[in-house]
C-alpha cells in the first residue's frame, strides 16, 4: 500500500468530496433566472451556508475562488487599495501568495515592514503593530515549518491601532477549530484542496 505523507502542500481528495464534485459537476452558470441556473445558484448558497457556520462567519461573508493563492492576491491588494495609508505590515515567512503582492505593493510606493521572526520560526516582536497601516498580514500556521503564529495577539495589537487584517489560514482551516468572528480578523484565506477537498477550490472570508 502506498501512503502519501506531504498533506501540507497537498491532500488527496476525500470521498465525499468526490462524489460532491461529480454529483454537481454538470450545473452550469448559477447566475442564470432559468431553473437549471436556479438550482445550481441553491447549490451555491448552501454551500456558503455550510460553511459559514463552520468557519464562524456569515455567508455574505463567504467569496469562493479559485485557489488559496487568489484569496490571498484580493485580499491583500483589496485592503490596500480602499485604503488613504501606504505603510504595510508583512512577515518575512508568509506564502508567496502574500509575499508576492506585498512586495509588489512595494515597488508601487507601498512602505513595506517585515515583522521580525525568531529562531522559533514565530513572530518575535509585535511593536511595529501599534502604528496605523493599511493592512498586515499574518499566516496562522507556516506551510513548511508548521510554526503557529500569535494571530490572536496580532489581530487584537493591529486592531487597537485601527489596521485591517489579513490572516493567510490556508495551512490551518480543516485541521484546527476557525471561529472568523471571536479571531477579529478583517480577511481569512483557505483552500480546499489542503484538507481533502478539490484543487481550484479556495475561500476568503472578508468581513462585513
Known sequence: MRHFLDHAATSPMRQ?????????????????????GRAARRVLDDAREEIAALLGADPVEVIFTASGTEADNLAVTGLYGVSPLERVLSTPIEHPAVLE?????????????????????????????????????????????????????????????????????????????VDFHDLGATTLAASAHKFGGPRSGGLLLARR
Do not use: F, I
Open 101 to 177: 503582492p506585498v512586495k509588489a505593493l512595494g515597488r508601487t510606493g507601498a512602505s513595506l515592514e517585515l515583522l521580525p521572526v525568531g529562531s522559533d520560526g514565530r513572530v518575535a516582536d509585535l511593536s511595529a503593530l501599534d502604528e496605523p497601516a493599511a493592512v498586515a498580514c499574518c499566516m496562522w500556521a507556516n506551510n513548511e515549518t508548521g510554526a503557529l503564529q500569535p494571530v490572536e495577539q496580532v489581530v487584537a495589537r493591529a486592531a487597537a491601532a485601527g489596521t485591517p487584517v489579513h490572516v493567510d489560514a490556508v495551512q490551518v482551516v480543516g485541521h484546527r477549530a
Open 16 to 36: 465525499g468530496a468526490v462524489d460532491a464534485w461529480v454529483e454537481h459537476a454538470g450545473m452550469l452558470n448559477p447566475g442564470g433566472q432559468y431553473g437549471s
